[in-house]
C-alpha cells in the first residue's frame, strides 16, 4: 500500500508565480510570417512564400511580347480537419491559389483580351496549432537549425613555411560565394565559389575600374604626372606606378550585320615598377601619352604594397579584356561576345534573382565594414568589394582583428518558414 504524501506547508512570504515562456510560439509565428495571410497584398514584406512569387514573376516569353504577372495568393480551407487527417492517414494540407495576369506588349496583338484568372497551384502541408504537421497521418515537427550568418567573415591560416595567410569570405543568402585571399607572395586573388583564381585587380577592371589609375586612385597610391621632355627629367629615377599603353582604334567590318566596328586595340611601352631614365622618356614622348602615374614615395614601402603587387600579376589592361579572362576562367572556354562575358559577373553577384545576402547579411556586412548601404539593397556592391579589400589590407597590417566564424554570434536559427 502506497503512503500518502504529507500536505506541504509554505511560511515563506514572497509567491513564486514564474510565467513560462510560449516555446512554441517561435515556430507558430514563423509560419505565419511564411505565409503573412493577415497581411495585405500590397504591404507584405519580401520575405517568406511572397518572395519566392517575387523572385519567379513576370515570367515572359521568348521574344518578350507576352508577359505573365503575378498579382495575390491566397488558400483555400483545408479539405479535411486534423483529427480527419491523422485517422486516415493524411497529410493536413490547404489549397493554394495565385491570382495571375496574362497581357501582350505587342501592338501587332491589339485584338489581345488581357486575363485575370486565379490559377489552382497544389496543397501545401499547413501548421496545427500546436505547432506540428500531419504527414501521412503522423503528427511531424520541424526542428529549427543552426546555421552560419551571411555576412562577410575575415580569417587567418599558416602556410607550409610558416607564412600568415588572410582571407575574407562573403556567405550569401542565396548565390555564388566569393572569397579574397592573400598568397606567400604578398598577392591578393579572389575566389568564385571556391574554383578559379584570379588577381582581386582583374575583378575591380570587371566592374567598372579599368584603368590602372583607376585602382590605384582607390587606394591613393599614385601621382598624376603631366608628360613633357622638361617636366619628365625631375623625375628621373623614380619608378612607374602604372603601365605606359600606346593605344590605337582598329576599324573593321562585321561581316552579319555590314556595320563598321571599332576595336581599341593596345601595346605595352613601358611595365609596371620601371625606373624612369632620358630613354625612357623618349618612349614616352613617342607613344603620344598625354599622363604617366608614379609611385608615390612612401606608398610602394607602405600598407598597400599588395596592391603594387597584385597589379604586377594582373594579366589585363582593360574592363574588356578583365571580363573576358574571368569568363574564360569559370566556364573554360572563349566568351561567345564581351556581352555575354560583361553579364556572367553581373549574374553572379549584380542581380536580384541569383544573388542575395539576405536582410541578415546585409545587416552584418553594414556593422562589419561599417557601411550605410539600404536593407533593401542585399546583392554586392562596388562599395562593398572595395571596402572589404580595404580591411583585408587593415588585417594583413595588423591593424584589425580576424573573426571567429564558429562563434555563436555569428550563426543565426532558422526556423520552420524558412525552411
Same mark, same amino acid.
Given at each position: 500500500?502506497?503512503?500518502t ?6 511560511f515563506?512570504?514572497i509567491?513564486?508565480r514564474?510565467e513560462?515562456p510560449?516555446?512554441? &510560439?517561435i515556430?507558430?509565428k514563423?509560419?505565419?510570417? !511564411?505565409?503573412?495571410?493577415?497581411t495585405k497584398s ?10 519566392t512569387?517575387?523572385?519567379n514573376?513576370p515570367?515572359?516569353?521568348t521574344?518578350?511580347?507576352?508577359v505573365?504577372e ?5 488558400i483555400?480551407?483545408p ?7 491523422i485517422?486516415r492517414g ?13 497581357y ?5 496583338h491589339?485584338? !489581345?483580351?488581357?486575363?485575370?484568372q486565379d490559377?489552382?497551384?497544389g496543397?501545401?502541408?499547413y501548421?496545427?496549432p ?7 497521418g503522423?503528427?511531424?515537427v520541424v526542428?529549427?537549425q543552426?546555421?552560419r550568418s551571411?555576412?562577410? !567573415? ?10 600568415k595567410?588572410?582571407s575574407?569570405r ?33 575583378l ?5 575600374f579599368?584603368?590602372?589609375k583607376?585602382?590605384l586612385e582607390?587606394?591613393?597610391?599614385a601621382e598624376e ?7 619628365l627629367?625631375?623625375y ?12 590605337w582604334?582598329e ?26 631614365d632620358?630613354d ?9 601619352v598625354?599622363t ?8 610602394e ?6 596592391i ?5 600579376k ?14 574564360r576562367q569559370?566556364?573554360?572556354a572563349?566568351?561567345? &561576345?564581351e556581352e555575354?562575358?560583361?553579364?556572367i559577373i ?7 534573382q541569383?544573388y542575395?545576402l539576405g536582410?541578415?547579411?546585409?545587416y ?11 536593407m533593401?539593397k542585399q546583392v ?10 580595404k580591411?583585408?589590407?587593415?588585417l594583413?597590417?595588423?591593424k584589425a582583428?580576424?573573426?571567429d566564424?564558429d ?9 520552420v518558414g524558412?525552411?
Amino acid at each position: 500500500m502506497l503512503a500518502t504524501q504529507a500536505e506541504r506547508t509554505n511560511f515563506t512570504s514572497i509567491v513564486n508565480r514564474t510565467e513560462y515562456p510560449d516555446f512554441l &510560439d517561435i515556430q507558430i509565428k514563423s509560419f505565419q510570417d !511564411f505565409f503573412q495571410l493577415e497581411t495585405k497584398s500590397e504591404e507584405r514584406g519580401n520575405e517568406g512564400l511572397y518572395n519566392t512569387f517575387m523572385e519567379n514573376f513576370p515570367i515572359t516569353d521568348t521574344r518578350n511580347q507576352f508577359v505573365l504577372e503575378f498579382l495575390d495568393y491566397f488558400i483555400d480551407p483545408p479539405r479535411y480537419t486534423i483529427e480527419e487527417c491523422i485517422e486516415r492517414g493524411l497529410t493536413y494540407s490547404v489549397p493554394l491559389k495565385a491570382r495571375l495576369k496574362l497581357y501582350c506588349t505587342d501592338p501587332e496583338h491589339e485584338d !489581345f483580351e488581357t486575363i485575370v484568372q486565379d490559377v489552382y497551384l497544389g496543397t501545401i502541408p499547413y501548421m496545427t496549432p500546436s505547432g506540428t504537421f500531419v504527414i501521412n497521418g503522423a503528427e511531424r515537427v520541424v526542428v529549427s537549425q543552426l546555421h552560419r550568418s551571411p555576412g562577410v !567573415f575575415f580569417g587567418q591560416s599558416f602556410h607550409a613555411n610558416g607564412t600568415k595567410l588572410y582571407s575574407a569570405r562573403v556567405i550569401p543568402f542565396k548565390g555564388s560565394w566569393i572569397e579574397f585571399a592573400t598568397d606567400i607572395n604578398n598577392v591578393m586573388y579572389a575566389y568564385i565559389d571556391r574554383k578559379k583564381k584570379l588577381p582581386v585587380t582583374t575583378l575591380f577592371r570587371a566592374i567598372g575600374f579599368e584603368r590602372d589609375k583607376d585602382i590605384l586612385e582607390i587606394f591613393d597610391l599614385a601621382e598624376e604626372i603631366k608628360v613633357s621632355k622638361t617636366g619628365l627629367k625631375k623625375y628621373i629615377d623614380r619608378k612607374l606606378a602604372a603601365r605606359v599603353l600606346n593605344t590605337w582604334h582598329e576599324d573593321f567590318v562585321d561581316e552579319d550585320t555590314g556595320e563598321v566596328v571599332s576595336i581599341e586595340r593596345n601595346e605595352i611601352v613601358l611595365d609596371r615598377d620601371t625606373v624612369l631614365d632620358k630613354d625612357n622618356i623618349e618612349e614616352i614622348i613617342d607613344a603620344n601619352v598625354k599622363t604617366i602615374l608614379l609611385h608615390k614615395e612612401s606608398s610602394e614601402q607602405g600598407d598597400y604594397a599588395i596592391i603594387h603587387n597584385t597589379l604586377q600579376k594582373d594579366p589585363t589592361n582593360s574592363e574588356k579584356e578583365a571580363v573576358e579572362h574571368i569568363y574564360r576562367q569559370l566556364r573554360n572556354a572563349e566568351p561567345p &561576345d564581351e556581352e555575354t562575358a560583361r553579364g556572367i559577373i553581373d549574374k553572379l553577384f549584380f542581380s536580384d534573382q541569383r544573388y542575395s545576402l539576405g536582410e541578415v547579411g546585409r545587416y552584418r556586412m553594414n556593422k562589419k565594414l561599417g557601411l550605410d548601404i539600404g536593407m533593401d539593397k542585399q546583392v554586392l556592391t562596388k562599395e562593398d568589394i572595395i571596402t572589404i579589400v580595404k580591411y583585408l589590407i587593415e588585417l594583413i597590417n595588423s591593424k584589425a582583428e580576424i573573426d571567429d566564424i564558429d562563434h555563436l554570434s555569428n550563426r543565426r536559427v532558422r526556423t520552420v518558414g524558412e525552411q
